[in-house]
């Protein structure tokens, strides 16, 4: 029992998930060869294809975010072919793991942890490689919280025949990302990040080329193979039996955001995260990333703290989960998620704890100074 | 939905209820009249033992605290008898009111609101109406957050045949009130305070006196018959159709009471109120009682603020329900509770959230000050 522990989350996955979509989450569920289901699908289509704001069709998985990424790998490559990666933290690693997994050529664009590829980094990796079958990048980049230019990148992939593959999986939902319009090949998303619903379904949408290209792909796959799931959609059901009860939370999550609009989700995570630094600032601890996603704070470990016990007593003691570093950053930094079913409020919460743990680390802070500045900032930043 | 829509209760009941208490109200429901239930409530009874602290048995109905206010004036004095009222408050004035339809003669000590009666007052009108049947007092007074000395007045009635009658719905569980120690006569409590359940359950403990009298009384009672439920449970049974999911979460709610002992509870409450009220204090704001109980924090709406603009705003904008003020205060208070599932940081958004709102309404106040306030006194402060 918890009467006297309530938790709070503020992970960048698993995530809050509103009281509504967990109790649509609890219903019977229903069997996934019947016509009730393929009502649901149709709604769940639709919706998709707002939420990624494209007219084709969005795959999904029951898997995990990873699941898509080797998905794309496996299905739009061959053995051998060139697929530049661009790999500046652990979810670019993963691109190169997948392609060299696959038997593809990788190519790397190293970007130092916490920094942004650069624009030109990219354009002169594709022109040195004219021959790539494919770029492989991170919207956000989950372990630095850094965001890659994917905007300006996009069109340097629409003149050639590399297949611009954008793993969006924290990015997606939290700001704009307009599949059609800037012309990416493959987009990878997740349930459990803006979303807000557990783990356990993976998306991926496609381009017309995509498409086409996962018809000649040689490479082994069955799961999660392209051409079954799109053969499937096309009449109204899934290859495999899909995760229903998470689909009814999708359900009532993407009518909510249709009804709400994007704009308004961006607006929302720009807000958290505007105010999450502001905090972070005011009182003198430094921001990690240098191109920071909406989606993500991550907060530099003072000097003489110690990381891991930082986390732990946060965890413990006040019982909030923020993440910690991964890999090289491990007890290096603390990711505070604006993922999820979270407010302005969570935002405070966040800080103050930090505040609080700190302190009893022995470090010397203002209290109280992180949350102030947070409330400033949503003061003279209004929702409308 | 309530993607963007995360809430926030911080009302004096119905408060937040723990999701594994929640849970466990949506299993499937059992007959009442099944040796299953029979098992949960030997448990139950056990368990409300040791909560009001007391060898008697405590009686349960399926009722809002104020059936089992009821309860007591009709079970416990007869037509024409008179009862001492302390009346500082609504609720005082609602133990006037049932005295009255009962057609009891009361006979009011008039506290003004925000104040604790004067154990020499009660003393006083005990020794002017000897022939007084009960006295009928609140332990915390919800409308106001005064804590009045129960635990002073208690000795002085055990000299005479006068029953002490104690509503302590926002007060049982909250701090002390050893029932058996203290030797009250009734106590009233309900599930939507410091239970930590929804409303639909209320309480009500019996001195042996008590019960004696309770077989004498001939007001007109049926539902609410203390006979009847005594019999009742001495068989194992309930009287009436009881609510079972409430008591599914009650069972175990009050597991979780048992194991944490009852002077953890205590503890945890007396944090959360000392740091709201450390924070109120921070921010120059006015605390409204005189001598508060652990809770409530009552604060006065400071001068030239609109108390409705200022509930108005915290609900609609930042999504978190605190109470405003009841009749004679309706719109010169706001009410923070200390109640249910909550820990530190929902002192924290409180705080946060007044701080907000007000300086939106053109209050002005430091920013976070009663944020680091509240948050030095848990840091000084420890749980354990």
Redesign the interface.
């Known amino acids: 029992?918890?009467?006297?522990?309530?938790k709070?989350l503020l992970a960048p996955g698993p995530v809050?998930v509103?009281?509504?979509?967990l109790l649509s989450m609890?219903k019977p569920v229903v069997h996934h060869r019947l016509p009730e289901f393929s009502a649901l699908l149709r709604q769940i289509r639709d919706d998709l294809k707002y939420l990624f704001q494209t007219r084709e069709e969005v795959i999904f998985f029951a898997s995990s975010g990873t699941g898509a990424m080797e998905a794309c790998v496996a299905n739009l490559f061959n053995p051998g072919e060139k697929v530049i990666v661009v790999r500046g933290g652990k979810f670019g690693e993963r691109w190169g793991e997948l392609a060299e997994t696959y038997g593809l050529n990788p190519v790397y664009i190293d970007v130092p942890w916490g920094e942004a590829v650069k624009v030109a980094e990219v354009k002169e990796a594709l022109s040195s490689h004219p021959d790539a079958a494919g770029l492989l990048i991170q919207a956000h980049e989950t372990s630095t919280g850094v965001k890659h230019p994917v905007a300006e990148i996009a069109p340097l992939t629409r003149q050639s025949r590399t297949l611009l593959v954008v793993d969006a999986i924290s990015a997606l939902g939290v700001y704009p990302l307009p599949f059609d319009e800037l012309g990416i090949d493959a987009m990878v998303a997740g349930s459990q990040k803006s979303l807000?619903l557990p783990p356990g379904l993976s998306f991926v949408a496609l381009s017309p080329r995509a498409r086409e290209k996962a018809q000649k792909v040689t490479s082994p796959r069955y799961y999660f193979d392209f051409r079954r799931e799109l053969k499937a959609l096309a009449k109204e059901t899934t290859a495999f039996t899909p995760a229903v009860s998470l689909l009814y939370g999708l359900a009532?999550?993407l009518?909510?955001?249709k009804?709400?609009g994007l704009p308004?989700?961006f607006r929302?995570y720009q807000r958290l995260s505007g105010a999450c630094r502001a905090g972070v600032k005011a009182l003198g601890l430094e921001l990690f990333a240098k191109a920071p996603a909406e989606a993500l704070t991550i907060v530099k470990v003072p000097e003489g703290v110690d990381g891991a016990k930082l986390m732990k007593l946060m965890r413990e003691k006040?019982?909030?989960t923020m993440a910690g570093g991964q890999a090289k950053l491990k007890g290096k930094v603390v990711r505070i998620a604006h993922l999820g079913?979270?407010?302005?409020?969570?935002v405070?919460?966040a800080l103050?704890?930090l505040?609080?743990a700190l302190?009893?680390l022995g470090f010397k802070l203002?209290?109280?100074?992180g949350?102030?500045?947070a409330?400033?900032y949503?003061?003279e930043n209004q929702e409308a």
């Open positions: 029992m918890d009467l006297l522990e309530k709070f809050p509103p009281p509504k979509a609890a807000a009532e999550i009518a909510r955001i009804e709400l308004r989700l929302h006040y019982r909030v079913y979270q407010s302005e409020l969570d405070i919460l103050a704890t505040e609080m302190t009893e203002p209290l109280g100074a949350v102030a500045a409330q400033k949503f003061l």
